[in-house]
């Protein structure tokens, strides 16, 4: 019997579920201050730049029909891919945490019968979703979907039809860290997308649809966050639910939309560790990252992502520029040695240059500087030979 693929449709349904969430909307939010053009601009011009990158690096996995973390061993070798799978299995958890946080205390601030108790409640979701498995999840996913669907155009008429801009106050954020901060989302997926393009029937297609879907949705996430503090003057969204009397139409926008966020980071930490090795199996390691993420939520101060978020940048925008010179500029789509010392130091020197960025403002942000420098520096070192290849 052969394999199961995922079709185009799924793969879109996936990466729908994807932007569908509340740390958007909370991140979307901060772009208040710059006023709702500049702030559109800002987050539309992050997102092309995020998205673009989000295409290239599902389309390597889709091509070779290996997860993200294999692909990475055809760059850094088995053993040099072992960092990155070790750092995405810590941004994994992390994501895991910091989701069931969000969607807890914002389903707390509807019905409040305590944040721990949602959290536990929400866990237990992304643990049946796991249970359930990536590839049967086609109809599960079109009935959660199409519900969260409708609920966040409700959304989206409660916010924008409330009235005229508010002077929104607070700390200033300056051009080039909000687009920054709108590449953030998408480069976030960077270390997943392959585990989901691998199993596509159309690994382009689903590639396509699957970057496109999640840009447009991202954006609208973005939008009504920051939609929200301008023409309500609330950045609670929980609270601008319970103004216009949404309740539990409110409640299961967060539970579902947090769900189906996070089941793809639960679910991608399982495909990771098994690259770590092969005794470990992938559904069991993602429940317990669930379970972890949980403990995470409930225990830890998560509220701030700001400084994870540029975190996540500053480690994998250098990796996949890495990566995408490898495979579609010097065509090499085999698993180097067991360590390519070349790319690993180009690594190390892209992670130093974006924390360098970081003190810059730079128009377009500093992930696609860095990732030019990067894939400028693999290029230089294949033209001097400092490369070792098959």
């Not at 979703?129 to 966040?152: D, E, H, Q, R, S």
Request: glycine fraction near 10%; hydrophobic fraction near 55%.
């Amino acid at each position: 019997m052969s394999e199961r693929r995922t079709s185009v449709f799924e793969n879109g349904l996936i990466w729908f579920g994807a932007a569908v969430s509340i740390a958007e909307i909370i991140t979307g939010t901060y772009f208040a201050p710059l006023g709702f053009t500049k702030g559109l601009t800002a987050v539309l011009i992050g997102h092309i730049i995020g998205c673009t990158m989000l295409f290239f690096a599902g389309l390597i996995g889709g091509k070779v029909r290996k997860s993200a973390m294999e692909t990475a061993k055809m760059s850094f070798g088995s053993k040099g891919a072992l960092l990155f799978s070790v750092l995405n299995i810590i941004q994994l958890v992390g994501w895991t945490a910091i989701m069931i946080f969000d969607g807890g205390l914002a389903v707390n601030g509807i019905f409040d019968i305590g944040n721990w108790l949602w959290c536990i409640v929400i866990g237990a979701l992304i643990a049946l979703w796991i249970m359930i498995g990536i590839k049967n999840l086609g109809k599960v996913n079109i009935v959660a979907i199409g519900a969260l669907f409708v609920l966040t155009i409700i959304l989206s008429f409660v916010i924008f039809g409330s009235g005229s801009a508010l002077n929104v106050s607070g700390e200033g954020m300056t051009f080039g860290a909000a687009v920054e901060l709108s590449v953030a989302m998408p480069l976030s997926w960077l270390p997943l997308i392959s585990d989901y393009t691998r199993e596509a029937k159309e690994p382009v297609k689903a590639t396509a649809i699957s970057a496109v879907t999640y840009g447009a949705v991202s954006c609208w996430m973005y939008i009504i966050g920051m939609g929200a503090a301008i023409f309500t003057g609330e950045s609670d969204i929980a609270q601008i639910m319970v103004k216009a009397g949404l309740g539990i139409a409110g409640l299961l926008i967060i539970v579902f939309s947090t769900v189906t966020t996070t089941f793809l980071d639960a679910y991608s930490a399982g495909v990771s560790s098994e690259s770590l090795s092969s005794k470990i199996d992938g559904k069991w390691f993602a429940l317990a990252v669930t379970v972890i993420g949980t403990l995470g939520a409930i225990f830890l101060p998560l509220a701030d992502i700001t400084e994870f978020l540029y975190f996540i940048g500053s480690v994998f925008a250098p990796m996949i520029a890495i990566q995408i010179a490898d495979f579609f500029i010097l065509k090499q789509n085999k698993e180097a040695d067991a360590f390519n010392i070349c790319n690993l130091i180009i690594w190390f020197i892209g992670f130093v240059v974006y924390r360098l960025l970081m003190r810059v403002d730079i128009i377009v942000g500093n992930t696609l500087p860095d990732m030019l420098i990067t894939i400028a520096l693999c290029i230089a070192a294949a033209k001097i030979g400092l490369k070792e290849r098959r």
